[in-house]
């Protein structure tokens, strides 16, 4: 019901950029749908994954402005899995967390490779040259009961 609900939303979009509905003549018309093409990965909600269909346009280009509100989730649950990462809490324990709050569908590879992102700004910092001299310096650890 959702996945109908999302793409009758899409299509609705596109039928006002047009100015016109699937099959209708109208003399103002500038462009044509031209079929449609599945998204790479199925989108991530609360009820499990949803395969959408994104039309295709005969000129130009179209991607629906209600996918675009998915991915700034994405890119927010992303920079959230990355922080506890950084944090230290296992990629177990997240996977328990997404299991709870629904998105049982995200494995621990996809924490890692999110977390990836900021293992190159941690290496650049570690390596860094200390050319000044400092008064203090701050050594942080994580401990872990074996």
Same mark, same amino acid.
């Given at each position: 019901?959702?996945?109908?609900?999302?793409?009758?939303?899409?299509?609705?979009?596109?039928?006002?950029?047009?100015?016109?509905?699937?099959?209708?003549?109208?003399?103002?018309?500038?462009?044509?749908?031209?079929?449609?093409?599945?998204?790479?990965?199925?989108?991530?909600?609360?009820?499990?994954?949803?395969?959408?269909?994104?039309?295709?346009?005969?000129?130009?280009?179209?991607?629906?402005?209600?996918?675009?509100?998915?991915?700034?989730? +994405? !890119?927010?649950?992303? $920079?959230?899995?990355?922080?506890?990462?950084?944090?230290? @809490?296992?990629?177990? /324990?997240?996977?328990? #967390?997404?299991?709870?709050?629904?998105?049982?569908?995200? +494995? !621990?590879?996809?924490? $890692?490779?999110?977390?990836?992102?900021?293992?190159?700004? @941690?290496?650049?910092? /570690?390596?860094?040259? #200390?050319?000044?001299?400092?008064?203090?310096?701050?050594? +942080?650890?994580?401990?872990?009961?074996?």
């Amino acid at each position: 019901m959702l996945e109908s609900g999302i793409q009758s939303i899409i299509e609705a979009e596109l039928s006002s950029i047009l100015g016109a509905e699937p099959y209708q003549r109208v003399e103002s018309r500038t462009n044509y749908r031209n079929g449609y093409r599945e998204r790479k990965e199925p989108l991530s909600t609360g009820l499990g994954p949803i395969n959408v269909s994104i039309p295709k346009l005969r000129s130009g280009s179209f991607y629906p402005s209600i996918l675009k509100q998915y991915q700034r989730v +994405d !890119r927010a649950l992303i $920079s959230i899995i990355s922080e506890a990462y950084f944090a230290g @809490v296992s990629t177990r /324990k997240m996977n328990h #967390l997404f299991i709870d709050l629904g998105l049982g569908n995200i +494995d !621990r590879s996809f924490v $890692s490779r999110c977390a990836a992102q900021i293992d190159e700004e @941690v290496e650049i910092w /570690k390596n860094r040259p #200390l050319e000044r001299r400092y008064a203090y310096i701050w050594l +942080d650890a994580i401990y872990t009961k074996i």
